[in-house]
Nanobody, 117 residues
Framework: VQLVESGGGLVQPGGSLRLSCAAS????????MGWYRQGPGKQRELVAS???????NYADSVIGRFTISRDNAKNTVYLQMSSLKPEDTAGYYC????????????WGQGTQVTVSS
């Protein structure tokens, strides 16, 4: 199983970035996909998730600024980030999970997002 993130980088406050996560080795369409982030000295936190049916969930801090989407034909999940703030600076990690027995939970290596002027 591989989850490969891309799209991170340095952006000024107020700017935008789109992260992508390409999955392989799983039946992508049956997994709930999520984006997590971990800032310096902080715990990893959920940013956004999207179910197989397209239902989305967001952290309060990103509502109205970030949008998660998925393309099952491309085995890819996206995170469109707008109005970025310095506090959004973190490593962003893609997650795939499914509630099987045992549960399956996979992580990407992460992509760094730095918001700074």
């Amino acid at each position: 199983v591989q989850l490969v993130e891309s799209g991170g980088g340095l952006v000024q406050p107020g700017g935008s970035l789109r992260l992508s996560c390409a999955a392989s080795g799983i039946i992508f369409s049956i997994y709930t996909m999520g984006w997590y982030r971990q800032g310096p000295g902080k715990q990893r936190e959920l940013v956004a998730s999207i179910t197989t049916g397209g239902r989305t969930n967001y952290a309060d801090s990103v509502i109205g600024r970030f949008t998660i989407s998925r393309d099952n034909a491309k085995n890819t999940v996206y995170l469109q980030m707008s109005s970025l703030k310095p506090e959004d600076t973190a490593g962003y990690y893609c997650n795939a999970n499914i509630n099987l027995v045992p549960p399956r939970n996979y992580w990407g290596q992460g992509t760094q997002v730095t918001v700074s002027s």
